[in-house]
């Protein structure tokens, strides 16, 4: 099978890994991906899974985990990396391939993006002209990540983080080539290599207190974004 550039370079994080040959994989991908079929030329067992479904049981342990695809596409995206996790054995391999907010690699994502600067941009236009009014909160419709938030999610999840690479740089590989550090923010995908917690839910990271506290704690952080619920519930 002909691997593309990101294919390949997915394939080589995993052959890096050093797994033994057989390995089981969590896969977390779209149902008509390649990504099953690649694994197992990489001589990886790989398990999909539907990241809209539960997973398999927490008992069944994994030697590492994949999620390519669905972070962009599912809501609660930091959720489904937690429990992909915790079906892993210790120090587990998790490779994430993901769709990169700034990528100018080709004329959608170009599109895209400015797209998505025109959405975000408006409501302030019109909020500033004096024309802005509340309205509802849209609804969730997909996401690309910078790298900052990427790393922000892993770090909070406990997660090590071995590589955070760049890849498919589709029209921007001249500039690629040329200065392949101002280059590495416009490539199509984020492919990072991390390590599971070695221990807890977190890692220890962020120190979780019981619930009959943390219910309370989180009221409090939150109580900003509750008022404005309640106040654009009760206008609606």
């Known amino acids: 099978m002909a691997w593309s550039p990101v294919e390949r370079r997915v394939i080589e994080s995993w052959a890096g890994l050093g797994l033994p040959a057989g390995s089981r994989i ?17 001589g990886l067992e790989a398990e999909w899974h539907d990241a809209a479904e539960p997973l398999p049981r927490a008992d069944r342990r994994f030697a590492g985990a994949m999620v390519a695809g669905v972070l962009e596409t599912n809501e609660w995206d930091r959720w489904m990396v937690q429990q992909a996790a915790a079906r892993l054995e210790p120090d587990a391999p998790v490779v994430l391939v993901t769709r990169n907010l700034t990528s100018l690699a080709s004329p959608g994502d170009a599109a895209w993006l400015a797209g998505r600067i025109v959405r975000e941009a408006a409501p302030r236009i019109l909020r500033l002209a004096g024309l802005g009014r509340t309205a509802a909160p849209r609804r969730f ?43 590495r923010a416009l490539a199509r995908f984020w492919v990072v290599v991390a390590r599971t917690p070695r221990t807890g839910v977190l890692g220890g990271s962020v120190p979780l207190p019981p619930c009959r506290e943390h219910v309370p704690a989180f009221e409090r952080e939150q109580a900003q974004f509750l008022a404005n619920r309640e106040t654009w519930a009760w206008q609606h």
Do not use: N, V
């Not at 969590?26 to 990489?42: F, I, K, Q, V």
């Not at 590589?163 to 550090?181: D, N, V």
């Open 26 to 42: 969590l896969l977390l991908s779209d149902r008509d991906s390649r990504w099953p079929a690649l694994l197992g030329e990489a």
């Open 141 to 183: 419709a997909g996401r690309r990540y910078g790298a900052s938030r990427l790393r922000g999610l892993l770090d909070r999840l406990g997660f090590e983080i071995e590589r955070f690479e760049a890849a498919g740089a589709g029209w921007t590989a001249p500039l690629a080539a040329l200065a392949p550090g101002q280059a």
